[in-house]
Protein backbone atom coordinates (compact mmCIF):
# COMPACT_ATOMS: atom_id res chain seq x y z
CA UNK A 1 0.00 0.00 0.00
CA UNK A 2 2.86 2.44 0.91
CA UNK A 3 4.81 1.89 -2.48
CA UNK A 4 0.96 2.79 -4.25
CA UNK A 5 1.11 5.60 -2.92
CA UNK A 6 4.20 6.98 -2.82
CA UNK A 7 3.91 6.46 -6.75
CA UNK A 8 0.84 8.00 -6.98
CA UNK A 9 2.11 11.12 -5.10
CA UNK A 10 5.43 10.74 -7.77
CA UNK A 11 3.50 10.64 -10.73
CA UNK A 12 1.02 13.74 -9.26
CA UNK A 13 4.84 15.37 -8.54
CA UNK A 14 5.72 14.89 -12.36
CA UNK A 15 2.48 16.17 -13.75
CA UNK A 16 2.30 19.19 -11.74
CA UNK A 17 6.16 19.55 -12.52
CA UNK A 18 5.23 19.62 -16.19
CA UNK A 19 2.39 21.71 -15.65
CA UNK A 20 4.63 24.41 -14.20
CA UNK A 21 7.15 24.19 -16.74
CA UNK A 22 5.01 24.60 -19.72
CA UNK A 23 3.31 27.36 -17.77
CA UNK A 24 6.46 29.54 -18.39
CA UNK A 25 7.32 27.89 -21.66
CA UNK A 26 4.62 28.91 -23.01
CA UNK A 27 4.58 32.97 -23.96
CA UNK A 28 1.57 35.31 -24.13
CA UNK A 29 0.02 35.82 -27.84
CA UNK A 30 1.39 39.52 -29.20
CA UNK A 31 -1.33 42.90 -27.61
CA UNK A 32 -3.19 45.40 -29.73
CA UNK A 33 -5.62 47.74 -29.31
CA UNK A 34 -8.70 45.98 -27.44
CA UNK A 35 -7.35 43.49 -25.69
CA UNK A 36 -8.73 42.91 -22.31
CA UNK A 37 -8.15 40.71 -19.03
CA UNK A 38 -5.90 40.76 -15.93
CA UNK A 39 -2.39 40.53 -17.87
CA UNK A 40 -3.68 43.29 -19.85
CA UNK A 41 -3.30 45.12 -16.24
CA UNK A 42 0.64 44.41 -15.64
CA UNK A 43 1.35 46.31 -19.36
CA UNK A 44 -1.08 49.37 -17.46
CA UNK A 45 0.86 49.04 -14.36
CA UNK A 46 4.05 48.92 -15.93
CA UNK A 47 3.23 52.04 -18.44
CA UNK A 48 1.81 54.23 -15.52
CA UNK A 49 4.98 53.89 -13.34
CA UNK A 50 7.00 54.04 -16.02
CA UNK A 51 5.52 57.61 -17.41
CA UNK A 52 5.46 58.74 -14.00
CA UNK A 53 9.33 57.69 -13.16
CA UNK A 54 10.40 59.99 -16.56
CA UNK A 55 8.35 62.90 -15.43
CA UNK A 56 5.58 62.60 -17.84
CA UNK A 57 2.68 62.43 -16.00
CA UNK A 58 0.36 59.32 -16.49
CA UNK A 59 -2.81 61.14 -17.90
CA UNK A 60 -5.61 58.79 -17.16
CA UNK A 61 -4.09 55.07 -17.32
CA UNK A 62 -6.72 53.40 -15.53
CA UNK A 63 -5.46 50.07 -14.48
CA UNK A 64 -9.23 48.80 -16.13
CA UNK A 65 -7.78 45.42 -17.88
CA UNK A 66 -8.72 47.42 -21.11
CA UNK A 67 -6.17 48.14 -23.18
CA UNK A 68 -7.70 51.15 -25.17
CA UNK A 69 -6.90 54.82 -26.87
CA UNK A 70 -5.28 55.80 -23.45
CA UNK A 71 -2.86 52.90 -23.14
CA UNK A 72 -1.80 52.77 -26.60
CA UNK A 73 -0.93 56.42 -26.12
CA UNK A 74 1.19 55.98 -23.53
CA UNK A 75 2.75 52.41 -24.94
CA UNK A 76 3.31 54.26 -27.99
CA UNK A 77 5.22 57.02 -25.79
CA UNK A 78 7.35 54.52 -24.17
CA UNK A 79 8.32 52.83 -27.96
CA UNK A 80 9.17 56.38 -29.31
CA UNK A 81 11.63 56.78 -25.78
CA UNK A 82 13.01 53.47 -26.57
CA UNK A 83 13.52 53.37 -30.30
CA UNK A 84 11.30 51.18 -31.36
CA UNK A 85 8.49 51.40 -34.15
CA UNK A 86 5.48 52.93 -32.30
CA UNK A 87 3.08 51.23 -33.36
CA UNK A 88 1.17 50.77 -30.05
CA UNK A 89 0.82 47.00 -29.70
CA UNK A 90 2.56 44.44 -26.95
CA UNK A 91 4.78 42.30 -29.01
CA UNK A 92 8.17 40.27 -28.82
CA UNK A 93 10.90 43.69 -29.60
CA UNK A 94 8.16 45.91 -27.34
CA UNK A 95 8.67 42.94 -24.35
CA UNK A 96 11.91 42.60 -25.00
CA UNK A 97 13.21 46.38 -24.71
CA UNK A 98 10.75 46.39 -21.28
CA UNK A 99 13.08 43.46 -19.76
CA UNK A 100 16.58 45.19 -21.31
CA UNK A 101 15.82 48.58 -19.74
CA UNK A 102 13.05 48.43 -17.27
CA UNK A 103 13.35 45.08 -15.69
CA UNK A 104 9.93 44.54 -16.39
CA UNK A 105 9.77 40.60 -17.59
CA UNK A 106 6.39 40.75 -19.58
CA UNK A 107 6.30 37.42 -20.53
CA UNK A 108 7.06 35.99 -16.45
CA UNK A 109 4.29 38.64 -15.43
CA UNK A 110 1.69 36.79 -17.54
CA UNK A 111 2.64 33.49 -16.24
CA UNK A 112 1.44 34.32 -13.05
CA UNK A 113 -2.35 35.44 -14.64
CA UNK A 114 -4.40 32.80 -13.62
CA UNK A 115 -7.45 33.60 -15.70
CA UNK A 116 -8.30 33.73 -19.44
CA UNK A 117 -7.56 37.04 -21.13
CA UNK A 118 -8.66 37.79 -24.93
CA UNK A 119 -5.80 39.45 -27.04
CA UNK A 120 -6.36 41.52 -30.66
CA UNK A 121 -3.65 40.25 -33.03
CA UNK A 122 -3.03 42.91 -35.58
CA UNK A 123 -4.67 41.07 -38.05
CA UNK A 124 -7.90 41.68 -35.80
CA UNK A 125 -8.17 38.23 -35.02
CA UNK A 126 -8.99 37.68 -30.87
CA UNK A 127 -6.98 34.68 -29.25
CA UNK A 128 -8.00 33.88 -25.60
CA UNK A 129 -4.81 32.60 -23.59
CA UNK A 130 -4.37 31.32 -20.31
CA UNK A 131 -0.38 30.73 -19.14
CA UNK A 132 0.88 27.38 -19.97
CA UNK A 133 -1.98 26.44 -22.23
CA UNK A 134 -2.14 26.56 -25.77
CA UNK A 135 -3.74 29.60 -27.63
CA UNK A 136 -7.26 29.36 -29.11
CA UNK A 137 -9.79 31.58 -31.13
CA UNK A 138 -12.80 29.96 -29.42
CA UNK A 139 -13.64 31.04 -26.20
CA UNK A 140 -15.37 28.47 -24.70
CA UNK A 141 -12.39 25.71 -25.36
CA UNK A 142 -10.39 28.08 -23.73
CA UNK A 143 -12.55 28.26 -20.91
CA UNK A 144 -12.79 24.66 -20.55
CA UNK A 145 -8.79 24.36 -20.81
CA UNK A 146 -8.26 26.82 -18.19
CA UNK A 147 -11.20 24.75 -15.57
CA UNK A 148 -9.65 21.71 -16.62
CA UNK A 149 -6.33 22.70 -15.79
CA UNK A 150 -7.47 24.11 -12.33
CA UNK A 151 -8.75 20.55 -11.57
CA UNK A 152 -4.82 19.13 -12.82
CA UNK A 153 -6.46 17.15 -15.90
Do not use: H
Request: hydrophobic share 30%; with cysteine.
Amino acid sequence: MKIMIGYCLEKRKQKTNERVKMRFETPPPFLENGSTGKVVNNLLIFLKDWAQKNNKGDDGIEIDGVLGPTGIKWLQEYQKANGLIADGGCGPETRKTMKKRDGFDFDQAATLVDSISEYIQPNGDKLYWVAGIEETTDREVAERRFWRSRRGN
